[in-house]
């Protein structure tokens, strides 16, 4: 049975080849990028599928990485904490996190500000804000970072991010606004978003696990 199912995956995947090979099925005119682009503010054909045509996949994703993120901090919340934190000491990372952490956090607000321009976006954006924190919290201890970021300020940041990205995006769609200044707007929130999530989920298994 097993090889079976191993074959019959092997020859749906030789037909689909071939499907595609031969261009056995016409396929539909491609659409003009550029007037995609222009349509919705952006240079970047990308940012506009992503932050245009798509917007409402866009905004599933992002509620999806925040369902992902409150249930790492639901379930590990009643779940008893490493008893001693985690101080590192005093080294090269230690020393240069602090110089570091800013140019990380300008280069990310970059990205997410240039994303309707070129390669970037609000999810990279996040992402690298997120390493810069990581380092942050390799250089000082995840517990010091976590009382310096102060946790009810990231919260405000994280749903209100999330309730602009969507009142935003109703808006977008009920009375066709559009603009790269609402891409823009659109990157930064979902920067901001992800940031706060890749910091809780760092956070929260740092400090069950008792190591960064």
Excluded: C, Q
């Amino acid at each position: 049975m097993r090889i079976a199912a191993v074959v019959g995956v092997l020859a749906l995947l030789v037909g689909i080849l071939l499907v595609g090979a031969f261009g056995l099925f016409p396929l539909g005119d491609s659409p003009d990028w550029e007037k995609l682009a222009r349509a919705y503010g952006a240079e970047n054909g990308v940012a506009a599928v992503v932050l245009g045509t798509r917007l409402y996949d866009t905004l599933l994703e992002v509620m999806v990485f925040a369902l992902a993120m409150v249930g790492v901090r639901y379930t590990l919340t009643p779940l008893s904490r490493w008893k001693e934190p985690v101080v590192p000491e005093r080294g090269v990372v230690r020393e240069m996190a602090d110089l570091l952490l800013p140019v990380v956090i300008v280069f990310s607000l970059y990205l997410a500000a240039s994303g309707h321009l070129g390669p970037g976006g609000g999810f990279p954006a996040g992402a690298i804000a997120g390493s810069g924190l990581l380092l942050l919290a390799m250089a000082k201890g995840i517990e010091r970072l976590s009382r310096e970021l102060h946790e009810g300020t990231l919260e405000l940041l994280e749903y209100g991010a999330i309730g602009g990205l969507l009142v935003l995006g109703v808006a977008s769609g009920l009375f066709g606004v559009r603009g790269s200044g609402l891409l823009v707007l659109f990157n930064l929130l979902i920067g901001i978003e992800v940031t706060v999530g890749t910091w809780v989920v760092l956070h929260y298994f740092g400090s069950h696990r008792g190591e960064i």
